[in-house]
């Protein structure tokens, strides 16, 4: 029913930037939640940020809060994560999730719909 790819991940000094995208496969874009998570190696998968099919309605995790800008474009039907000011501890592998619902949440398992991930390397 939907389907969602990210790229934009890769190897970037810290301090540097990324931008990832999401691109969703769907009959209609309304009323889907859509959101970051990120899983580093040995570690357990963390909300990163989420935005409501309201688009000024967004969620940040302390840890990138300042630093990212999650938007979407939903004629595209595509979110994006702008990342600035890397750091290492930003490793890991990115994933984009989505929910037709209009609840926005940083709970993983409320997310219907996850993407392959892309891998973001930030060295000192």
């Known amino acids: 029913q939907v389907q969602l790819v990210e790229s934009g991940g890769g190897l970037v000094q810290a301090g540097g930037s990324l931008r990832l995208s999401c691109a969703a496969s769907?009959?209609?874009?309304?009323?889907?939640?859509m959101g970051w998570f990120r899983q580093a190696p040995g570690k357990e998968r963390e909300f990163v940020s989420a935005?409501?099919?309201?688009?000024?309605?967004?969620v940040y995790t302390d840890a990138v809060k300042g630093r990212f800008t999650i938007s979407r474009d939903n004629a595209k039907k595509t979110m994006y994560l702008q990342m600035n000011s890397l750091k290492p501890e930003d490793t890991a592998v990115y994933y984009c999730?989505?929910?037709?619902?209009?609840?926005?949440?940083?709970?993983?398992?409320?997310?219907?719909?996850w993407g392959q991930g892309t891998q973001v390397t930030v060295s000192s």
């Open positions: 935005i409501g099919w309201i688009s000024s309605v967004t």
């Open positions: 769907a009959r209609t874009f309304r009323g889907f939640v």
């Open positions: 999730a989505a929910r037709d619902n209009v609840q926005i949440t940083k709970f993983g398992h409320l997310y219907h719909y």
